[in-house]
């Protein structure tokens, strides 16, 4: 019989609750941030009903088109986990219940003169480019600091929790303890850290919220 996506589901359930359990945490400390991105929605409401109730997308005109429908009279959680260009995010605001990727300073402007403007605040998480990797967006972990303080006392951002990927060709342990360090010398408790190869070792390293993809929908065409 061929696995479905409730499958693959239950299976990521099962080993997030186990990597919880093994380092002494809570598994409902961590959070499922199911990544549908180029997924259909038809695909999409068989999880809702499973429970699934955050889901992250990596481009603002494919969720506007996707998500208004699927989640109206549900109490569902739309996360932004792809770069947000500055002209995007007035629709951000509106749209997403968190903004994960927020990496520059001018995005922190638009991100204030909109919240201000909408009277509406989506979680922020500030991604850390924990590899420095230049092909990648994010603060440098040196300068992560300044800009958190910045968001917060400069525009008064609702600054929720940070966000990185490692490099793909290293041990993903060491950015992932990195994160943890610049967020607890924040104040900052939510980690959104590890992806589908990699999100058990984020769970023992501090991930309070892991984004798996094709670990629950197969590899992406």
Excluded: H
């Excluded at 409401?45 to 494919?62: C, H, I, M, T, Y």
């Excluded at 300073?105 to 638009?110: C, F, I, R």
């Excluded at 919240?115 to 979680?123: L, S, T, Y």
């Amino acid at each position: 019989m061929q696995e479905t996506d409730l499958d693959r589901l239950a299976g990521v359930r099962d080993k997030i609750a186990r990597a919880a359990r093994d380092c002494g945490r809570k598994p409902e400390a961590v959070t499922l941030v199911c990544v549908s991105k180029t997924i259909a929605a038809e695909r999409l409401g068989p999880l809702v009903s499973a429970g699934v109730a955050d889901f992250g997308e990596n481009r603002v005109q494919e969720a506007a088109g996707k998500w208004p429908a699927l989640r109206e009279g549900r109490a569902l959680t739309l996360r932004l986990i792809g770069p947000l260009q500055t002209n995007k995010a007035r629709e951000a605001v509106a749209l997403f219940d968190v903004i994960e990727t927020l990496d520059r300073p001018k995005l922190a402007v638009e991100l204030a003169r909109e919240i201000d403007r909408a009277g509406k605040a989506p979680q922020l998480f500030v991604q850390v480019n924990i590899g420095e990797e230049p092909q990648k967006a994010g603060v440098a972990p040196s300068q992560a600091d300044a800009f958190i303080r910045s968001c917060r006392d400069d525009l008064n951002l609702p600054i929720a929790g940070l966000m990185c990927i490692p490099p793909a060709d290293a041990l993903a342990s060491p950015f992932f303890a990195l994160l943890a360090k610049i967020a607890k010398r924040n104040g900052i408790s939510r980690l959104s850290m590890g992806m589908s190869a990699d999100y058990e070792l984020a769970i023992q390293l501090g991930a309070t919220e892991v984004r798996v993809g094709s670990a629950i929908f197969g590899a992406r065409g």
